[in-house]
């Protein structure tokens, strides 16, 4: 049967609404029978928790040979995980002991290449990334018995009833765990200067695996119970001991947000073992910034927008060309083109006590503005380079106007609100 069939069926193992077998029983029956169907419900399972790790540690692009070395491994491992439960926290732990690995051979490659740094894949900043791979490894480097209810409650988001089912524990005894789990991490993290308040905000939801990465793993697997396996991926398999550098700046800004929860009582025997990180000085904090280089305010971690190009705008019209003219709240009038988010300096229309409750507005085509007061209303046409430019071609007596409306052509204003004098019913002559 190929790798397609497989994922197939283990795919549709998961519509039903019975949990099925724990991952150990799956494994079980790969190890007795090589019941190649179980171990594809094992990769669909716990696919997207070893992804997201690889992914940490890694970067998009270079992740997938170490998300097929962890499977690799785990099935070369299958004939001594005979524990029950689940295997997400064995998982994660190879998962990311493996992408280390590669991390430190492809660093080794690029420094004979004279290249400084592997190059992020993804538009995360560099420094969140190492933040990503220090609450991994850390998830990792704790007991089995903590590190299970934070796989499967906290990345994975299962619920209490769900999870223990899959550890092979009671409601009671996998919440009991995760609680002591949590305190656990927290003391680790507190080394990097890192908070336990908002996990998923830095962690992220685990990423869904392709269909094309999971039939790749399938067939790896395979070729390797004929023990035929590439050099590049038999390399992989001979880990090293876990590794946490400490965080510089970032460190510092996440404690406001901090972190994650944990763990749970291994029912997986024989995980990889992992040693304690090492601990390095901490780097010089610098101030963080958003997305666009602009510095944050103090106590701030992240800035959702920018404070570039802001303007207040009331109104709107496209002149031909496609610039769009805006009026703000204090007839502000500015200009925006298409090729850049900044806009043309603001030009002030003259007009004395202002009511801001009488929103100004363009007309259609960008030509005409009008504004008001509680006793009149104004209209003039769009300045080109200064307040001066900012003619009148319109005055009209309206006592306490609220809304009022230009028509397409420029050539009608509708005002609400108030009473206007008979004298001005009617055309505008603009």
Known sequence: MNAASLLHIAFEIDQHTDPGPSDTELLRQYATSRDETAFAELVRRNGPVVLRACRHILGEASADDAFQATFLLLSRSAPRLTKPGSLAGWLHAAAVRIAQKARRGENRRRQREKAQSIAPTSPDDL??????????????????????????????????????????????????????????????????????????????SPPPVSAALCGA????????????????????????????????????????????LAASS??????????????????????????????????????LGTIRSRAGIQSFGFLPDGTVVTVGPNLDVRTWRSTSDLSSEAIFLPLTKQDPYV?????????????????????????????????PVAEFDFQHSSKMALSPDGNYLAVTGGRPRAKDNGRIAL
């Open 127 to 204: 420094s969140w990334r190492e933040v990503r791979e220090v609450l991994d490894a850390e998830i990792a480097a704790l007991p089995e018995s903590y590190r299970v209810p934070i796989i499967l409650c906290c990345v994975q988001e299962l619920s209490y009833e769900a999870a223990a089912h899959l550890a092979g524990w009671t409601v009671g005894a996998l919440r009991g765990r995760l609680e002591r789990g949590k305190e656990k991490l927290r003391k680790r993290l507190a080394r990097h200067g890192l908070s336990l308040a908002a996990p998923l905000l830095v962690l992220g």
């Open 217 to 260: 793993t399938l067939a790896l697997v395979q070729s390797g119970m004929n023990g035929k396996v590439p050099a590049a991926f038999a390399g992989l398999l001979q880990t090293g001991r876990l590794r946490v550098a400490l965080l510089g700046p970032v460190a510092v800004a996440l404690t406001a947000i901090g972190a994650i």
């Open 266 to 303: 291994g029912p997986i025997a024989d995980s990889p073992k992992t040693d304690p990180p090492k601990i390095a000085k901490p780097a010089e904090s610098k101030r963080p910034t958003d997305f666009f280089g602009d510095p944050l305010p103090d106590g701030a971690v992240m800035r």
């Open 359 to 391: 929103y100004p507005q363009v007309s259609a085509d960008g030509r005409f503005i009008a504004g008001g007061t509680q006793a009149k209303v104004v209209v003039w046409k769009r300045p080109t380079s200064a307040a001066k430019d900012a003619k």
